[in-house]
């Protein structure tokens, strides 16, 4: 049976979706609890509305840690990979060992895949990511210090902020109150 269940942050309604297995998705928070769940339902139509369950509680936490500038880290989640295709699998491993307040190029990433000329798959995996922030897709960035982009609600402001909150260097390149 899968589930997913919305909560307050500091910033708006976020939500995440579970299953037997693990975390099956997240979603990033919007001003609106409403406005929430009609994304949370369009993305997980078959999923029905439940309370947070206990083991589920720490990422629900950690999640609103976060989102108040607090560094976390995400790496010990389970997540249900059972609807994720396996390339995309090996971007979001590679993604996820990424350390809070570093970053790594779609290129970079390209290369431990075997392959430099798959940056543009990696990215397009990316933005798919089911799981941002718990899967720190907001740690990939383009080639020469550029952002790249982040498929969340926010775009790149939204990609900044997270990694301002980790102290990563790619923050410090863009002014987060332009």
């Not at 049976?1 to 299953?19: D, N």
């Not at 880290?73 to 997540?79: E, G, I």
Request: net charge positive; hydrophobic share 45%; with cysteine.
């Amino acid at each position: 049976m899968t589930h997913y269940a919305l909560f307050e942050t500091g910033i708006g309604w976020a939500g995440i979706a579970w299953g037997d297995a693990g975390l099956i998705g997240v979603h990033l928070p919007e001003p609106e609890r409403e406005a929430a769940r009609r994304s949370f339902i369009r993305r997980f139509p078959d999923m029905a509305e439940a309370p947070v369950p206990t083991h589920q509680t720490s990422t629900v936490t950690r999640i609103c840690a976060l989102l108040r500038g607090q560094q976390v880290d995400f790496a010990d989640v389970p997540l249900d990979l059972a609807r994720t295709p396996a390339f995309h699998a090996r971007v979001y491993e590679i993604t996820r060992a990424i350390p809070a307040g570093e970053t790594l190029t779609y290129g970079e990433i390209a290369v431990r895949l075997g392959d430099k000329l798959l940056a543009r798959d990696v990215g397009q995996a990316l933005g798919k990511n089911p799981w941002p922030i718990v899967v720190p897709c907001h740690r990939v960035t383009a080639a020469g210090g550029k952002p790249g982009g982040f498929s969340a609600r926010g775009g790149v402001n939204t990609k900044l902020r997270l990694l301002a909150i980790e102290g990563a260097k790619a923050a410090a390149q863009a002014d987060l109150f332009a």
